[in-house]
């Protein structure tokens, strides 16, 4: 949305997410990098662990869960600019915007970071793309793709 002004090139993904619950006890923040990805991943734990929730042991989302999210454990988060531009992702505290490489805080502030992360970070923004393509071109949900053939295509 372009009358909105950026702080950052992060800025235009910040989106608060408010769990609201009469049980809550307590208001509590958390600072995880997380995106709509991994919703469903953690609604469905919570029923399958609560209420006995039958889930699919096989499923086709990306989301690492609201406690994993973007963390350096997870495999990032891709994220595009418009409909057509994929060319933001984000791993534990660092993003990579076209080619540039910034550092987050805990409050989305970020700034240049030097390059030393750079090549780990574009390697699994790649290997995000691949799976992506792939998934996409194969329309086939149900099969298995090993990481061999995501890497060696």
């Known amino acids: 949305m372009p009358e909105i002004p950026l702080q950052s090139k992060i800025d235009r993904y910040h989106v608060p997410l408010l769990i609201y619950s009469s049980l809550l006890k307590e208001a509590k923040t958390f600072h995880n990098f997380v995106s709509h990805f991994d919703i469903a991943p ?3 734990a919570y029923y399958r662990e609560n209420f006995a929730l ?3 042991t096989q499923v086709t989302w990306i989301g690492q869960g609201l406690d994993k999210g973007a963390s350096a454990k997870g495999e990032g988060i891709a994220m595009m600019q418009s409909k057509n531009q994929l060319i933001d992702f984000v791993r534990g505290n660092y993003h990579l915007s076209e080619g540039q490489l910034y550092q987050l805080d805990g409050t989305f502030n970020e700034d240049v970071a030097p390059d030393n992360a750079k090549e780990e970070l574009s390697k699994c923004f790649e290997l995000f793309k691949r799976k992506n393509k792939l998934f996409y071109t ?10 061999s053939t995501i890497l060696d295509p």
């Open 54 to 56: 039958k889930t699919p």
């Open 42 to 44: 953690s609604v469905l």
């Open 138 to 147: 194969q329309k086939d949900c149900y099969q298995t793709v090993s990481m």
